[in-house]
């Protein structure tokens, strides 16, 4: 942030200028060809400005914004680590960036060798080793997951399996994604351990049981003590089981959702494996899978025959789930990030920011309250506010906001929906123990202030470009894009 | 997300376990959403109503209602054709929180199986539930 | 030793795992199942900066990109040139390492540029309101027909058209093979839009989708399709090029109910097919059932305008079965690059581009309409056109890639009916003197 960025910042529409251009293209080199009137349209409106005028426009912009190059982005389940500069040069090369995804395979066999590769290196470390780096999301790595298990549930002709079994901490992405499969979703019980509950479990596997999808370490950033056993219930039902793999950073090279008895499982390229958040998106979500799954995956997936890289549709595929071949360039990322890793300190990843969640909540334990004090967290822990707001009637939101004052992003708040007033923590490992501190103090300075002083709180931020938002009118009154001044109608006037 | 207002339980009317309350009016019911479930919404930002004319049964849904961090289906207390519906919560969907039970109504039944209303709930015994926490 | 994006040293860990009151960091592993615990990854070693950077420079070597070759392909992707003001602004960190923005007092950077970016798709379309956009225009497409599904009165069944985008139809039928909805239109894929309404178009149809350009290049007047569309209930969905809209009428002058797009020709890289731009924009009556994330404009406690997240109950992180999709995050970056590349042309400057495309798309259609055994086949179109060659079109393509040309797409699989069809596409990119190589490597071909 710098000294501008408190400055309101005009609309670019509020700044044009009639007459100015940002632009400069060449004269047409070619003989003329009148353009046909009829299909022209009347006018266009766009800003009117100078190259200047953009770059200020958005670089004032940008320091409006808090961001992971600035500090610690505790986002809860969003594993907010830092992005290497490498992968940004990476995919600024001309042989990655401006590659046409529909010319010949033979004129593109770098990048297919590269997609061959991830693909390779995602099983082996999914241990799950049939791979389709088509999605372009998590939620779209979710629904192609359960579309290959429904897949493989209709080819056995198994054709009454109708429901999902979807434990009550899940991410939202889970229940959404079984509907739009056509599938009826089924919540199971967390208990007070922060498992799922094995006997509500029981109780709800059927043989209408399609899948379980859950999230190993839950959303409670606990892993799940039982997952064998989970696994097991389901498979002896004959469901098979889904990993929602948002939270694969905790167990990196530790353990293997396959050999926990995952069937299907996706990874968010953009958590786990450094791709930038980019404001909200793009993401990546390769889909691992069993091996006698390859056959339902979606189209196409890289194979190689000889030094030969060529796509191909396998022989039972769902189908095709986004245009082209998958966010590449967010693939190109995450192979730099594993090459730079190795075999030899991939395990690094999880092992430090499992430390560094559990530090960070040693530190401050003894004034908020952990979700499952008894246990050891993963990768991200849970407090709860109840008592914050039971006695100082400050909620969870004017904590977060407050957190903002000392300078940090907030934590994900209020989820997992089955915790009140939570607090969900996620540093990452690319966290220094001298950033952990000074966010412990500040978290722990915020607790007496809550206390001494909650007016504090509720007034939070104080020293941002805005204070806190009026979300009520927003959604009453949606103003969704810029509308020019009403100017008076000329004709309605006459 | 409770304003600390009273919450109120007007006694001349019947309602259901998913807190929408019914007048009945001749062979017309009067639907719409409790003071208690306005309140927990907290600040309503839109409401979605069928299209009159439409035969529902009881316990099936007829709309939602949107609050900025919530969005819940609304049901049918009772079965029947849907005669009316309250447009103008289209412009002032706030008009749910102000006046729950009065100018915040949502839905005209008519006609509607009266046999329905024999498994709504009175006012005291709606009142009590909540309070015991048995429905929330 | 850490790795060296990780900043804790030896000493910090014991300290820490002091603090813990742990010995060891396994120990805070001992809840994962022992058997299972650290595998032997069959992986390569760690590789250095310069190592790596060989090792991707390598691979990139391998393949013929828009830097060095002359490009004429398109097929739902193009290639344009990307003024400096995208690259420089969208990798400031401030942008590229922020996520979605939560908390808006400190996110009103990707806000306010993602308002921008839905008011400027609106005056692109001519729409009421556009979302924060979709991953791609397939997936753009397949939340279309759901959207026209749940918004139509009528029945549930989905029209399309033979000359929508392969690739966009075929998403379709993926996303909504667990749903009970009907998909018609392209069972015979030479048949016309018009054949295809002619065929199915009916009380039951919830909403048609097609493309303008379509994927074949035509251009058309869509006003009385859309009319017919609409004197059945159904919605009218349109699949546009973005730059073309730069000259030509956009579908909300043709009384279109839901525009999606491919806005990677709006500053977006090439980049081997992603991450792309899905547009998605619709009539306000349309707002409510819209799926995927919206900014919108209010005020904070003191008055001053500011930008948030909105109508988030249509969302899944809240609604959850019952959401709209199960969609999460945008494509943001990407609407960020469409936007700073929107905002350095301008009015005007998009206008321009779009003419030049236009030109020399059809001084290249003149010039190969000359040559003996091609033949043009597409009459009204903005940059792309398809040519009947005298030969399978992968045999000539092989032989234009020997001159440093890539040339057009094979048509044969898509359109059996054009089995020597080569779909070919013209950008501001290309020179006349491309133009003129290319048109006498063909001729030399005949």
């Known amino acids: 942030m710098s000294i501008t960025a408190n400055k309101p910042e005009p609309l670019l529409y509020e700044q044009s200028n009639p007459g100015s251009i940002g632009y400069a293209l060449p004269e047409s080199d070619v003989p003329h060809t009148p353009l046909p009137a009829h299909l022209m349209r009347a006018d266009l409106n766009l800003p009117e400005v100078a190259e200047v005028d953009v770059v200020r426009h958005f670089t004032r912009l940008s320091q409006k914004n808090y961001c992971v190059d600035l500090g610690i982005y505790p986002l809860g389940s969003c594993t907010m680590k830092y992005n290497p500069k490498m992968n940004e040069d990476a995919i600024q090369l001309t042989g990655m960036s401006q590659v046409h995804p529909m010319q010949p395979p033979e004129t593109a066999q770098g990048v297919m060798q590269l997609m061959y590769e991830l693909q390779e290196y995602l099983g082996e470390i999914s241990g799950l080793p049939a791979v389709t780096l088509q999605p372009a999301a998590g939620a779209q790595g979710e629904l192609v997951g359960i579309l290959v298990i429904r897949a493989y549930h209709l080819k056995r002709g198994d054709t009454g399996r109708s429901e999902v079994l979807i434990p009550d901490s899940a991410h939202g992405t889970n229940p959404a994604t079984s509907a739009m499969a056509g599938y009826r979703v089924v919540e199971v019980k967390s208990d007070a ?5 094995l006997d509500d479990l029981r109780s709800k596997v059927s043989d209408k049981t399609a899948a379980i999808m859950f999230t190993n370490p839950n959303t409670l950033g606990l892993f799940e003590e039982h997952v064998r056993e989970v696994n097991k219930i389901v498979h002896d039902a004959g469901g098979l089981v889904y990993g929602d793999g948002a939270n694969l950073n905790a167990i990196i090279g530790i353990a293997r959702p396959g050999d926990l008895g995952f069937d299907v499982i996706h990874s968010n390229l953009h958590k786990t494996f450094s791709v930038p958040h980019g404001g909200g998106g793009p993401g990546s979500g390769p889909v691992m899978a069993r091996p006698d799954l390859a056959e339902f995956l979606p189209t196409p997936i890289v194979s190689k025959k000889g030094d030969v890289y060529a796509f191909e549709t396998p022989t039972n595929t769902i189908g095709r789930i986004k245009s082209f071949w998958g966010n590449f360039l967010a693939l190109v990322r995450a192979y730099t990030y594993i090459r730079s890793y190795g075999k030899e300190h991939l395990r690094e990843i999880a092992e430090i920011s499992v430390l560094n969640a559990n530090y960070l ?65 996620e540093p990452t490992e690319t966290q220094s123990k001298a950033s952990l501190d000074e966010f412990a103090a500040a978290l722990l300075k915020i607790a007496e202030e809550a206390r001494t002083d909650p007016q504090l709180l509720h007034n939070a931020p104080h020293n941002t470009p805005v204070t806190r938002l009026d979300d009520v009118k927003a959604a009453r009154e949606p103003v969704l894009n810029y509308k020019p001044p009403q100017i008076p109608d000329q004709r309605k006037a006459a | 997300m409770s304003s600390g207002k009273e919450i109120s339980y007007p006694t001349d009317l019947k309602y259901a376990a998913t807190h929408e309350w019914v007048r009945v009016e001749g062979d017309t019911a009067t639907v719409g959403i409790s003071d208690y479930a306005q309140d927990a919404l907290g600040d309503i930002v839109f409401v979605e109503l069928p299209v009159v004319g439409m035969e529902l049964r009881a316990k099936s849904g007829f709309g939602v209602v949107e609050s900025v961090k919530a969005a819940s289906d609304v049901f049918m207390p009772v079965g029947g054709s849907i005669s009316a519906t309250n447009d103008e919560l289209a412009n002032a969907p706030e008009t749910v929180n102000a006046d729950a039970f009065g100018a915040g109504w949502m839905i005209k039944i008519s006609p509607f199986n009266a046999d329905d209303l024999a498994k709504l709930m009175d006012a005291a015994t709606y009142k009590s539930k909540i309070e015991s926490g048995e429905i929330h | 030793m850490s790795h060296r994006f990780i900043p804790i040293t030896d000493a910090d860990r014991a300290q820490m795992l002091k603090t813990i009151g742990v010995s060891s960091v396994d120990t805070l592993f001992d809840d994962v199942p022992k058997e299972a615990q650290y595998p032997d990854l069959n992986l390569p070693p760690a590789l250095s900066e310069m190592d790596l950077l060989r090792t991707l420079r390598d691979m990139a070597a391998k393949n013929a990109n828009a830097g060095e070759h002359a490009y004429f392909l398109g097929a739902g992707a193009y290639n344009h040139f990307v003024p400096a003001t995208v690259p420089h602004l969208i990798f400031r960190s401030e942008f590229y390492t922020a996520y979605t923005p939560y908390q808006p007092e400190i996110s009103q950077g990707t806000l306010q540029t993602i308002f921008e970016y839905q ?14 956009s979709h991953y791609d225009a397939a997936t753009a497409a397949a939340e279309a027909a759901v959207m026209a599904i749940n918004s139509a009165r009528t029945g549930r069944k989905i029209i399309v058209s033979p000359t929508l985008h392969p690739h966009y139809r075929e998403t379709m039928r993926t996303y909504l093979q667990g749903q009970d909805i009907p998909i018609v239109g392209d069972e015979d894929t030479s048949l016309s839009l018009d054949q295809v309404l002619d065929k199915h178009l009916d009380n039951q149809t919830a909403g048609v989708l097609a493309a303008n350009p379509d994927f074949l290049g035509n251009v058309r007047d869509f006003k009385p399709l859309a009319d017919r569309i609409h004197a059945v209930g159904a919605l009218s969905i349109i699949s546009v090029y973005p730059i073309s809209l730069g000259l030509y009428q956009p579908p909300g002058d043709y009384d279109a109910d839901i525009v999606i797009g491919e806005g990677q020709s709006l500053g977006n890289a090439l980049g081997f097919g992603g991450p792309y731009l899905g547009i998605f924009a619709c009539k306000e009556k349309y707002l409510r059932r819209v799926a995927g994330r919206l900014v919108g404009e209010t005020v904070d406690k003191q008055g001053r305008r500011g930008f948030v997240l909105t109508l988030q109950a249509r969302e899944q992180h809240i609604r959850r079965e ?23 042309l301008g009015k005007q400057g998009l206008r321009d581009v779009a003419e030049l495309c236009y030109q020399k798309a059809h001084y290249a259609a003149s010039e190969i309409a000359k040559l003996g055994g091609y033949r043009v086949k597409t009459q009204e179109f903005f940059n792309e056109f398809v040519v009947e060659c005298p030969r399978p079109v992968a045999e000539i393509n092989r032989a234009l890639y020997k001159q440093g040309i890539i040339g057009g797409y094979d048509l044969s699989h898509d359109y059996p009916h054009l089995k020597n069809g080569m779909l070919i596409a013209v950008t501001e990119l290309n020179t006349r003197s491309q133009i003129d190589a290319l048109v006498s490597a063909l001729g030399a071909l005949d």
Do not use: W
């Not at chain 1, 004090?373 to 849970?382: A, D, L, W």
């Not at chain 1, 934590?411 to 939570?422: A, R, S």
């Not at chain 3, 008011?119 to 924060?132: P, V």
């Open chain 1, 193 to 197: 351990r922060g498992n799922m509950d």
């Open chain 1, 361 to 425: 909540l040693a530190l401050v334990r003894d004034v908020y309250d952990p979700q499952v004090p008894e246990r050891t967290c993963k990768h991200e822990f849970v407090l709860n506010g109840t008592r914050f707001k039971k006695e100082y009637g400050v909620n969870t939101l004017d904590v977060a906001k407050r957190i903002i004052d000392y300078g940090f992003y907030p934590p994900t708040i209020y989820f997992p929906l089955i915790v009140p007033e939570c607090l969900m923590i």
């Open chain 3, 119 to 132: 008011s400027m798709i609106c005056d692109l379309t001519g729409m009421d309101a556009a979302n924060a």
């Open chain 3, 322 to 344: 019952k959401a709209t999709s199960n969609i999460c995050t945008n494509e943001a970056l990407n609407a960020l690059a469409a936007c700073v590349y929107l905002a350095t």
